[in-house]
């Protein structure tokens, strides 16, 4: 049983930074693969970053060497910085925690980047 709280969305203009928040409630497992995701109107939705096993991290080629993806272990919580926003950066992001057999959404939160 564990639960994704997110937090950090808002209204940013263009170069501007925002940080996304994802607490989780229970014990996440050490294998487990967390990330972030995000849904433009009229598209689908993509993956931004993921970290694995603690250790591994991916990151999409839009938003490479600007977003940072990482976890506090002390407060159980997902963490996306995202610095030099961009218009096309503009979606709803999502927190996903996946691990054997369990699958973990966040609500969604609005980034919105002005130009």
């Known amino acids: 049983q564990v639960q994704l709280v997110q937090s950090g969305g808002g209204l940013v203009q263009a170069g501007g930074s925002l940080r996304l928040s994802c607490a989780a409630t229970?014990?996440?497992?050490?294998?487990?693969?967390m990330g972030w995701y995000r849904q433009a109107p009229g598209k689908q939705r993509e993956v931004v970053a993921t970290?694995?096993?603690?250790?591994?991290?991916y990151y999409a080629d839009p938003v490479k060497g600007r977003f940072t993806i990482s976890w506090d272990n002390a407060n159980n919580t997902l963490y996306l910085q995202m610095n030099s926003l961009k218009p096309e950066d503009t979606a709803v992001y999502y927190c996903?925690?996946?691990?054997?057999?369990?699958?973990?959404w966040g609500q969604g939160t609005q980034v919105t980047v002005s130009s």
């Open positions: 970290l694995s096993g603690r250790t591994f991290t």
């Open positions: 229970g014990w996440i497992s050490s294998l487990s693969t």
């Open positions: 996903n925690v996946r691990s054997i057999g369990s699958e973990y």
